[in-house]
C-alpha cells in the first residue's frame, strides 16, 4: 500500500499532485531506523537503575513521542510497540500501547522473558523497521517478563494473546532479533498488499 502525499503547486491555480510513497519510506521520514541498520542487529545495553533514571526517562519520552508520530500514519487497531534501537538508540526499552483505546503504555526497562507456556499460535505480525510486508510469526501465548524499575526494584509481570505477542515483538528488538527469523522455514513474509487481501485480526477465544 502506498501512502498518497498531497503537494501543491508554487504558482496559483497550478494543480495539486500526488506522490506516492512506501509505507517502509513514510517510517523512515517520521525517524524510525529501517532494516539493513547494523543497530537492529545487535542486543541494545541494559539501563544502569536507579542511576540512570534521567536517561531512561528520556528515552521513554522519546519512544512515546515517536508511537504518536507514527499514529499519525497508520492505524493500529491491535496495538503497537516500540523499542529504543529503532530509533537508533542502542538501550535496553521499549514501550508498548495496548490495543484497548485510553489505555496506558507500558513501559518496559531492561526486560527479559523468564517463563513462557508451551502452547503457542502463528499470527501475522508487522514492524516498523521493514513496514512493507507483513510475516506469519510462531509465538508462546503467555510470557512472564521481568523488568527494572526506575527505582532499581525488580519486578515481574504476566501477558498473554495479544498483548503478549506485542512485548516478544518489542523484546525481540532489544535482543537485536527481527521477526522474520521467528518465522518458520516455509514461511516468507508477504506484501502488504496481499496481506490486506488474505490476513485477519489476531483472534483469541
Given at each position: ?79 503497537m510497540g516500540i523499542a529504543a534501537p529503532q ?119
Amino acid at each position: 500500500m502506498a501512502i498518497p502525499i498531497l503537494t501543491r503547486g508554487n504558482h496559483a491555480g497550478k494543480e495539486a499532485t500526488v506522490i506516492e510513497t512506501k509505507p517502509s519510506d513514510a517510517m523512515r521520514g517520521i525517524g524510525i531506523v529501517q532494516s539493513g541498520s547494523p543497530i537492529l542487529q545487535q542486543p541494545a545495553q541494559p539501563l544502569h537503575l536507579p542511576i540512570e533514571h534521567d536517561l531512561a526517562a528520556a528515552i521513554v519520552n522519546d519512544l512515546i513521542a515517536a508511537m504518536h508520530r507514527v499514529r499519525r500514519v497508520h492505524n493500529f487497531a491491535k496495538g503497537m510497540g516500540i523499542a529504543a534501537p529503532q530509533l537508533g538508540i542502542g538501550r535496553r526499552v521499549a514501550v508498548v500501547q495496548p490495543p484497548e483505546p485510553d489505555t496506558q503504555e507500558i513501559t518496559l526497562l531492561n526486560p527479559t522473558i523468564v517463563a513462557r507456556s508451551d502452547d503457542e499460535d502463528e499470527q501475522y505480525e508487522g514492524c516498523l523497521s521493514f513496514f512493507d510486508v507483513r510475516g506469519k510469526v510462531p509465538r508462546p501465548l503467555r510470557i512472564e517478563v521481568e523488568t527494572t524499575s526506575y527505582s532499581g526494584e525488580l519486578r515481574r509481570q504476566q501477558y498473554q494473546d495479544g498483548l503478549a505477542r506485542l512485548i516478544q515483538h518489542e523484546i525481540d528488538h532489544l535482543d537485536g532479533i527481527l521477526y522474520t527469523a521467528r518465522m518458520k522455514p516455509a514461511n516468507q513474509p508477504i506484501p502488504i498488499e496481499q496481506y490486506r487481501q488474505t490476513g485477519r485480526s489476531w483472534s483469541y477465544e
